[in-house]
């Protein structure tokens, strides 16, 4: 087992949700008029947007290294009555086959090192002609993360963006900027969240 895949068995074991189940905010707000396709969901912990992304009648395939964390995923399926397909990949090693109009990456941070802008090129590959790239990053840890104060650098949405290579005629901006909200944290802490969004859509041929 790779410490990637450690790290993350570790975090989704034991009872306790660690989400809301809810999906994320900027994630909703982006694909709710866009027609439904084929979404690939990476990094997808406990399924939040994965299921929601189904109810809205996209047929969804959830990836995690998390074998934990997909049973999660499938067990909320499961009880909001939609099918998700869960499939368990190292993203620094292989990645799930398949086109996808919708490929979503939903904070897809971690504190154990993995080659992540490698993960998000391939992830762009698998984008048809027409469809959307959508990552939502932590532009800072929140305030009551064990990482908060370590020095951990979050890149800015230009550098994510420009760490896919894209090609500039072959893909249109959308969306590159950083928003911040207030939000309540474990405890009943508040604090500002910085969200960095980049969206990202493949010209049609």
């Keep these: 087992m790779s410490a990637l895949s450690?790290?993350?068995?570790?975090?989704?074991?034991?009872?306790?949700?660690?989400w809301t189940g809810r999906p994320n905010p900027l994630?909703?707000?982006?694909?709710?008029?866009?027609?439904?396709?084929?979404?690939l969901d990476l990094g997808c912990g406990e399924g939040g947007d994965a299921v929601w992304l189904a109810r809205q009648g996209w047929d969804v395939t959830a990836v995690d290294v998390s074998a934990n964390a997909l049973e999660r995923?499938?067990?909320?399926?499961?009880?909001?009555?939609?099918?998700?397909?869960?499939?368990?990949?190292?993203?620094s090693s292989s990645f799930p086959a398949g086109e996808f109009e919708l490929v979503s990456a939903q904070y897809f941070h971690?504190?154990?090192?993995?080659?992540?802008?490698?993960?998000?090129?391939?992830?762009?590959?698998?984008?048809?002609?027409?469809?959307?790239?959508?990552?939502?990053?932590?532009?800072?840890?929140p305030p009551w993360s064990p990482y908060a104060?370590?020095?951990?650098?979050?890149p800015t949405p230009a550098e994510t963006l420009a760490a896919l290579a894209l090609d500039p005629?072959?893909?249109?901006?959308?969306?590159?900027?950083?928003?911040?909200r207030e939000t309540?944290?474990?405890?009943?802490?508040?604090?500002?969240?910085?969200?960095?969004?980049?969206a990202v859509m493949r010209n049609p041929e």
């Design 169 to 180: 005629a072959a893909w249109s901006v959308e969306r590159v900027e950083a928003l911040e």
């Design 73 to 91: 995923t499938r067990a909320l399926a499961s009880s909001a009555g939609v099918l998700v397909r869960t499939s368990r990949h190292d993203l």
């Design 6 to 18: 450690e790290h993350w068995e570790g975090h989704y074991s034991g009872t306790g949700r660690h």
């Design 110 to 141: 971690s504190p154990v090192e993995f080659p992540r802008e490698a993960a998000l090129r391939r992830a762009a590959s698998a984008v048809v002609p027409g469809g959307l790239l959508l990552i939502v990053d932590h532009g800072a840890a």
């Design 27 to 39: 994630l909703v707000s982006t694909v709710s008029d866009l027609p439904p396709g084929r979404a």
């Design 149 to 154: 104060h370590d020095g951990t650098y979050f």
């Design 184 to 198: 309540t944290g474990p405890g009943g802490m508040t604090g500002t969240l910085v969200d960095n969004i980049i």
